[in-house]
């Protein structure tokens, strides 16, 4: 029996950094091993790996999407793989991790460890997904405070030295103003670790300042990232001298670099073109709006959780720092129909679904009432040609009515937790049916396409 240590984490920290974790245990179990796997999720560490255990563990699995400092680990056989692949085959990933080559050396290992670690971090959008999820708690608390500050009435904030008023201020003025350089500054960070951290969050700051909102916080976060690596890698000085590198040469001229592109050859034209897309959408016709939410809506439920899926996120996310808030709720809408059409179609079909999956369907109505969209991942792999295409499409229905009905949505995340609180949600009525109506499109969908497990049991009988 070997013995092993995991971290799973995945960029929002919710669903992928549990059922990965869930996934490499169960696996480690039926090959007769020992696990122990630590979850980075959005609560924070849990279930914190010990020098002890480290130290015992025969290999370590970093499965995440997210940037890990592999450091603890030196001296150990490590494998990096991501959340997908430990959800999709843990016994897999724990046999390829068992079977790697022992580190020849100390200073091998070191530099076999840099050209991996230089090679992870091509990935831009491992770097993007980095940023989106140590931004996303502000915007989940900034959002909700300011929904809140419109209990006392829509303009009530306006009278200072008010709750309202302080309630505006700590979500609008104060979270809502972190946004972006938080998000530059984390994309930055996965890209050059700590010397990434300053010019990233300046050049989010800049591009908050100048109007590039969260396009040009994305940009400033690639150009701080690489620019503070480059200085890194290329500055040699005398090791009497070395120290003054991370605290005065790198942030200075780092941010110098990034500062001044902002401002001279980033920012306005990037500004320009979030000028254009706020109009475009703010006075966006009917059937744009319906397109807009049909393709929103799609792509949440294409891969749920996957790229496309966040693609589609990080964009709606994105627009809340400019006041837009229909995306936003297009999106959370369409994310949730997917495990409650599957839970609807469990209980309506249950001669298409085995005990098993029908069981799993109650797990994924909860699943989907709290916009975990993942809930249904297990449904789409075992039948993917079936079932991806009646998410998809009921994801589409929802989104296009969520932007016909004009709802809107403060909160980025939550489901049915922040519908009753006061102007969290717009139209909140129609909301509900716009969620309800593709939920039911998805249930029918696979209620047609799924074959009768009845039907093939006698066939196969005969």
Not at 13 to 35: C, D, N, P, R, S
Not at 246 to 257: E, Q, Y
Request: aromatic share 6%.
């Amino acid at each position: 029996m070997s013995k092993l240590v995991a971290i799973t984490s995945c960029p929002t920290g919710i669903a992928h950094t549990y059922m990965a974790a869930e996934a490499l245990a169960k696996a480690a179990k039926e090959l007769g091993h020992a696990m122990k796997v630590e979850t980075r999720g959005s609560v924070g560490v849990e279930n914190a790996l010990t020098a002890e255990d480290i130290a015992q563990a025969d290999a370590v699995i970093i499965a995440a999407d997210t940037s890990i400092d592999d450091t603890p680990f030196a001296g150990k056989k490590c494998l990096k793989t991501s959340v997908g692949a430990a959800i999709k085959d843990g016994q897999e990933v724990i046999q390829k991790a068992l079977a790697m080559k022992e580190p020849a050396d100390y200073l091998s290992q070191i530099s076999e460890r840099k050209q991996e670690k230089s090679a992870e971090r091509t990935g831009p959008y491992k770097h993007l997904m980095t940023g989106v999820s140590y931004m996303l708690p502000l915007v989940v608390a900034g959002g909700l405070l300011v929904a809140l500050s419109f209990v006392f009435g829509i303009e009530a904030f306006k009278e200072q030295g008010t709750l309202a008023a302080a309630l505006m201020d700590i979500g609008g003025g104060t979270a809502f103003a972190l946004m972006v350089p938080i998000l530059s500054g984390f994309i930055a960070f996965s890209i050059a670790d700590r010397p990434g951290l300053t010019p990233g969050l300046i050049g989010g700051m800049l591009a908050t300042k100048i109007g590039a909102s969260f396009l040009g916080g994305i940009i400033s976060g690639f150009l701080a990232g690489y620019i503070a690596k480059w200085l890194k890698d290329n500055i040699k000085l005398p090791k009497t001298l070395e120290g003054l590198k991370p605290v005065l040469i790198i942030p200075l001229f780092s941010s110098a670099a990034v500062g001044l592109l902002m401002i001279y050859i980033v920012g306005t034209p990037v500004k320009a073109i979030m000028d254009i897309m706020t109009e475009a959408l703010k006075g966006m016709s009917s059937t744009n709006a319906v397109a807009l939410g049909l393709l929103l809506g799609g792509m949440m439920a294409f891969d749920m959780g996957g790229p496309v899926n966040k693609a589609a996120y990080t964009f709606s996310v994105g627009l809340l720092a400019s006041n837009i808030f229909e995306p936003m709720a297009a999106v959370m809408a369409a994310g949730m129909t997917p495990p409650l059409g599957i839970a609807l179609a469990t209980f309506l079909a249950k001669n298409k679904f085995t005990p098993d999956e029908r069981d799993a369907g109650k797990a994924a109505a909860v699943l989907g009432i709290s916009f975990i969209t993942e809930g249904a991942i297990p449904f789409a792999a075992s039948d993917p040609f079936r079932v991806i295409p009646s998410l998809m499409a009921g994801s589409a229905v929802t989104g296009a009515l969520s932007m016909i009905f004009g709802c809107t949505l403060r909160a980025p995340h939550g489901g049915i937790f922040v519908l009753p609180i006061p102007n969290a949600v717009g139209n909140v009525g129609l909301y509900i049916v716009a969620i309800a109506i593709g939920t039911v499109v998805t249930a029918v969908l696979l209620t047609l396409l799924k074959q009768d497990l009845t039907k093939i049991t006698a066939k196969s009988e005969k």
